[in-house]
C-alpha cells in the first residue's frame, strides 16, 4: 500500500488534473472558483471546460449560493478557493443554504493550515475543520498525499450530499503507492503496527508521523500509526482498538487543537474506550509569516519537534 | 384575484396567530405578488414532483423566508397541499417550518431559505444549470428590500449580470420596512432602481398590490430576454388597516381579538 519510489507531488496539481478527467467523463460536474484559480488549480478545469467553469469573483458568499443552485439544479458543483476564505467567509451560506438543504456541493478548499506561509494569520486557516466539522451532514476528509487526493475527489464526484476536503498546499512525498491504495470512506487506516503508543494524523502531518514513529522505533518505542483521513464522520473503531491496546493516544494535525481531528478522537474516545490524549496542532493562537518548514517547526509539527513531544509525554506519563 | 388574496391573508393571520409566532407584515405586503405568480405567470405542476414534466416547470426561491406563511396560504390555496396543513404551521414534526425547509418535502419548496441575502445566489446557480441543460423553465427569486442590505445580495446581482442570465427574474417586495424601522432611516437604499439598472437589469417599478400590473410585468419579464428586476412597490401589512406601514408587525403574532378584527377586514 505505501508508496515504493521517492517523488515529491503538488496535491493542488493533482486536484486541478483530476477534475478535468472527471469533468471528461461527467458533464454534469460544475466547478467555481473565487478568483483563485490559478492557486486552486481550478484554471484546468476553466481551459478546458470554460462553459462549466465558474468564477464568481472575489465574493465567497455568492460562490456557496451559486454552487448551491447548480446543485440543486443537477450538477456536482466543486467550489474552491483557500481554506480561510472558503469557510469563514462564508459559513452561513455552507450552514443555512447548502447543508440545511443537503446540496450536492464539493468544497475543496486549498491552502489549509499554518503551511500558508509568509501571507501570515489572515490566510493561515486554523480553525476550518472545526467550523466545518460541526455542521450537521458536512462530511470532512483530509487527504495525505496526491494519491489519496485524486481518489478523494472521485469519491466526492460519485457521493451525494455536502463535503469539505482541505487540499495540503505544500509540494508532498507520496504516501500511498497509486496501483495499491484504496481510499477508504469508512474506516480509519493502520500505516504502521505497534504496541507502545498510538498516534493518529492525517493531511500534511502523516508524513511527518511516519517519520516520528521510524525515530520512536530507534530508541525502542513502537507506534501503532493511524491515518484519519474522513474526520466526519468519524469511524471509531480503529481507534479504539489501538488505544486498547496502547492506552496512549497522541494527535497530530495541521490545525488548531480546538475542533478539528484531536477533538474527534477526543469524542470517540471518551465514549468508546476513554483514554488520555495528547493534541499536538497549533494552540489557541493566530499563526504568522514565516516560510513553511520554519512554521512548521516554530509551532512544533516537524516530525524532530513530535518526537520530542512525545518523549515527554510518555515520560510524564 | 382579490377574493384569492384575502383568502391567504387570512390564513396568514390565522397560522401566525395559532403559532403564536411568526412574520405577517412581510407575509401580508408579498402576498398578491405570490398570488399573481401562482396562478397566472408561473408554470408550476400542481401535482409537483409526480408531474411528468415536473423538470420543465418554472423555479420560486422565497429569499425572504420569514414571509413562509404568505407562501404556504398561497401553495395551499393553489392546491398543491391541503389546506388543513397549514394548521401545522411552527408546530413540531410539522413540514410548515418557521422558514421554508426543503428537507421536510412540502410540496411548492424548492429550496431552503430563512437566512436573508442567500436566495438570489441560489437562483443564480439554479439559472445556470438550467442554461447549461437547455432549459426553457425561468428562476423567479423574491426578495425583501431590507434583505438588500446584504452584500451577499449585491455579490448575486454582479453575478447574475456577469454571466448574462436570462432566465433569471428579481422581485423586490419593497415595502420600506424593517424590524428596526424604516429601510430609509436604518439603511438606505436609494436610488434602488438606479442602483440595480448600474448593476445591469432591466428595472419595472410598479404597484406591488395591483394584480394588473403584476400580471403584466412578470409576464413580460418572463419573456424577456434581457435580465429583469421587478421592484414591487407594497404596504407592509397590506390589508389589516392598524398593522399597515407599522413595522411593531414585522414578528408578532396578533391577540384573539387583533386576529378577529383583521379577519372581518379581510371579507
Not at chain 1, 181 to 190: C, D, H, M, R, S
Not at chain 2, 147 to 155: A, D
Request: hydrophobic share 40%; glycine share 8%; proline share 4%.
Amino acid at each position: 500500500m505505501l508508496s515504493k519510489i521517492e517523488e515529491i507531488k503538488s496535491p493542488r496539481n493533482v486536484y486541478g488534473e483530476t477534475l478535468v478527467e472527471l469533468g471528461e467523463k461527467n458533464h454534469n460536474i460544475v466547478v467555481l472558483d473565487a478568483d483563485l484559480s490559478c492557486s486552486t488549480q481550478t484554471c484546468k478545469f476553466a481551459q478546458k471546460f470554460p462553459e462549466r467553469f465558474f468564477n464568481c469573483g472575489i465574493a465567497e458568499q455568492d460562490m456557496m449560493g451559486t454552487a448551491a443552485g447548480l446543485a440543486y439544479g443537477g450538477k456536482i458543483a466543486f467550489a474552491s478557493s483557500f481554506a480561510m476564505f472558503a469557510t469563514a467567509r462564508c459559513l452561513d451560506q455552507i450552514r443555512n443554504t447548502i447543508c440545511y438543504s443537503k446540496l450536492n456541493v464539493k468544497i475543496v478548499a486549498t491552502h489549509g493550515g499554518i503551511t500558508v506561509g509568509e501571507d501570515g494569520a489572515s490566510h493561515q486557516a486554523l480553525e476550518d475543520i472545526s467550523y466545518m466539522r460541526s455542521i450537521p451532514d458536512m462530511k470532512v476528509i483530509i487527504p495525505a498525499d496526491c494519491t489519496e487526493v485524486k481518489q478523494v475527489i472521485k469519491y466526492a464526484a460519485e457521493t451525494s450530499g455536502p463535503m469539505y476536503i482541505r487540499v495540503p498546499r505544500t509540494n508532498l512525498k507520496t504516501i500511498f503507492d497509486p496501483e495499491e491504495y484504496k481510499f477508504n470512506p469508512i474506516a480509519g487506516l493502520k500505516l504502521r503496527d505497534g504496541k507502545d503508543i498510538t498516534i493518529v494524523s492525517n493531511g500534511e502531518t502523516l508524513i511527518e508521523v511516519l517519520n516520528t514513529a521510524e525515530k520512536l522505533h530507534e530508541v525502542g518505542i513502537e507506534a501503532d500509526v493511524l491515518h484519519y483521513p474522513v474526520v466526519k464522520p468519524f469511524h471509531h473503531l480503529a481507534l479504539k482498538e489501538s488505544a486498547a491496546k496502547t492506552r496512549k493516544v497522541v494527535v497530530v494535525e495541521n490545525h488548531s487543537i480546538i475542533g478539528g481531528l484531536g477533538s474527534a478522537v477526543c469524542e470517540s474516545l471518551c465514549q468508546h474506550m476513554p483514554t488520555k490524549v495528547y493534541r499536538i496542532g497549533t494552540e489557541d493562537t493566530f499563526g504568522q509569516s514565516g516560510e513553511q518548514r520554519q512554521l512548521m517547526e516554530f509551532y512544533g509539527l516537524t516530525s524532530t519537534k513530535i518526537y520530542e513531544k512525545i518523549i515527554k509525554f510518555m515520560d510524564v506519563r | 384575484m382579490k377574493t384569492l388574496t384575502n383568502a391567504i391573508r387570512r390564513d396568514i393571520l390565522k397560522m401566525i396567530h395559532n403559532a403564536k409566532s411568526g412574520h405577517p407584515g412581510g407575509a401580508c405586503s408579498c402576498a398578491d405578488i405570490l398570488a399573481v405568480l401562482y396562478k397566472k405567470v408561473m408554470n408550476v405542476p400542481l401535482d409537483w414532483d409526480k408531474a411528468p414534466d415536473f423538470s420543465k416547470r418554472d423555479r420560486f426561491i422565497l429569499s425572504k423566508g420569514h414571509a413562509s406563511p404568505a407562501l404556504y396560504a398561497t401553495l395551499a390555496h393553489c392546491g398543491y397541499f391541503p389546506l388543513d396543513l397549514l394548521n401545522g404551521f411552527r408546530v413540531l414534526g410539522s413540514k410548515l417550518q418557521g422558514h421554508p425547509s426543503s428537507r421536510v418535502k412540502l410540496p411548492g419548496i424548492e429550496v431552503s431559505t430563512g437566512s436573508l441575502g442567500q436566495g438570489l445566489s441560489i437562483g443564480v446557480g439554479l439559472a445556470l444549470a438550467l442554461r447549461l441543460d437547455n432549459s426553457n423553465s425561468k428562476v423567479f427569486v423574491l426578495m425583501g428590500d431590507g434583505e438588500m442590505q446584504e452584500g451577499s445580495v449585491w455579490e448575486s446581482l454582479m453575478n447574475a449580470h456577469s454571466k448574462k442570465l436570462k432566465n433569471l427574474i428579481v422581485i423586490i417586495d419593497k415595502n420600506n420596512l424593517q424590524i428596526d424601522g424604516c429601510v430609509q432611516d436604518v439603511k438606505t437604499l436609494e436610488p434602488l432602481d438606479e442602483k440595480l439598472k448600474a448593476f445591469g437589469f432591466e428595472v419595472h417599478s410598479i404597484d406591488g398590490h395591483n394584480y394588473e400590473q403584476l400580471e403584466t410585468t412578470l409576464l413580460q419579464a418572463k419573456n424577456s430576454d434581457k435580465l429583469c428586476a421587478i421592484i414591487a412597490n407594497t404596504i407592509k401589512g397590506k390589508g389589516i388597516s392598524f398593522m399597515e406601514n407599522n413595522p411593531a408587525w414585522h414578528g408578532k403574532a396578533p391577540n384573539d381579538e387583533q386576529l378577529q378584527k383583521a379577519l372581518e377586514e379581510l371579507c
